[in-house]
């Protein structure tokens, strides 16, 4: 099975800092994999080189086969790199469908395309069937995003994605100031992306999520990864004690 990601030694610096160092990576199609590591561990940084915030000084990115050089996340979001970063990136003052369509409206047309139009029926009515697709269930779809709860919100950004196709999911902290129940909706719609075929990265510093979702968990610790294990063949301490430096499976510089 050929990966739908594949990182090859890369490198970001931010001045005299190495953030990420000669780090190396595959996503395969249909797996979840755990992303985790400390605060400043590198992470993040690497995340932000797959999805275009960043450019990488070394090393390539390739996805579906194609090698990628993102200048700015709408790029990566073009070929079907989706991130959900903890702030959602939602419209508050907008409702379900309006912010599932944001930035990409669907128009009606009038006197040869002279005039156009918001199609709010075919936004409502597409918004909806997403929804309905993943077994979500939200209020009336006229809500604004701000009152919706923590978890509906994780929600409409996960329809969202899948609604413009994505092929990879990027998801950051999102079960961070969720409670249990919607801690759990989540981890349940990251299944359901799973049982897809939609490969998932998962960055969290909650273990028990990434043990309850996840196939693979990568560990990274000073911008190196340290560690490669199949979520079945390890064990909370284990990571954590990759996660602190008290192992490695790599040279340190």
Do not use: W
């Given at each position: 099975?050929?990966?739908?990601?594949?990182?090859?030694?890369?490198?970001?610096?931010?001045?005299?800092?190495?953030?990420?160092?000669?780090?190396?990576?595959?996503?395969?199609?249909?797996?979840?994999?755990?992303?985790?590591?400390?605060?400043?561990?590198?992470?993040?940084?690497?995340?932000?080189?797959?999805?275009?915030?960043?450019?990488?000084?070394?090393?390539?990115?390739?996805?579906?086969?194609?090698?990628?050089?993102?200048?700015?996340?709408?790029?990566?979001?073009?070929?079907?790199?989706?991130?959900?970063?903890?702030?959602?990136?939602?419209?508050?003052?907008?409702?379900?469908?309006?912010?599932?369509?944001?930035?990409?409206?669907?128009?009606?047309?009038?006197?040869?395309?002279?005039?156009?139009?918001?199609?709010?029926?075919?936004?409502?009515?597409?918004?909806?069937r997403v929804i309905d697709s993943l077994d979500i269930r939200l209020p009336n779809f006229g809500a604004q995003i701000d009152k919706l709860s923590g978890g509906q919100r994780q929600a409409v950004a996960i329809a969202r994605a899948v609604y413009w196709n994505a092929r990879l999911m990027i998801m950051d902290e999102p079960t961070n100031n969720l409670g249990v129940p919607e801690q759990r909706k989540v981890l349940d719609l990251i299944r359901k992306l799973r049982e897809s075929g939609v490969p998932v990265i998962l960055i969290s510093h909650t273990l028990p999520d990434v043990f309850a979702v996840t196939d693979r968990i990568v560990v990274m610790h000073r911008g190196h990864k340290v560690a490669e294990k199949q979520t079945a063949q390890t064990d909370s301490q284990t990571v954590v004690e990759y996660m602190v430096g008290a192992r490695s499976d790599v040279r340190a510089d």
């Open positions: 099975m050929e990966p739908v990601l594949s990182l090859r030694n890369i490198l970001k610096r931010f001045g005299g800092l190495t953030a990420v160092k000669h780090v190396n990576l595959d996503i395969f199609p249909g797996e979840v994999v755990g992303l985790v590591g400390d605060n400043g561990a590198g992470k993040s940084t690497l995340i932000k080189c797959v999805s275009g915030v960043y450019h990488p000084d070394e090393g390539e990115i390739q996805f579906m086969g194609q090698t990628m050089a993102f200048s700015k996340p709408i790029d990566a979001r073009r070929v079907g790199i989706e991130t959900i970063y903890q702030d959602l990136a939602l419209a508050p003052n907008l409702n379900i469908s309006a912010n599932i369509f944001m930035g990409r409206e669907a128009k009606r047309r009038y006197f040869g395309g002279l005039i156009k139009t918001l199609d709010e029926e075919k936004m409502l009515s597409e918004s909806r």
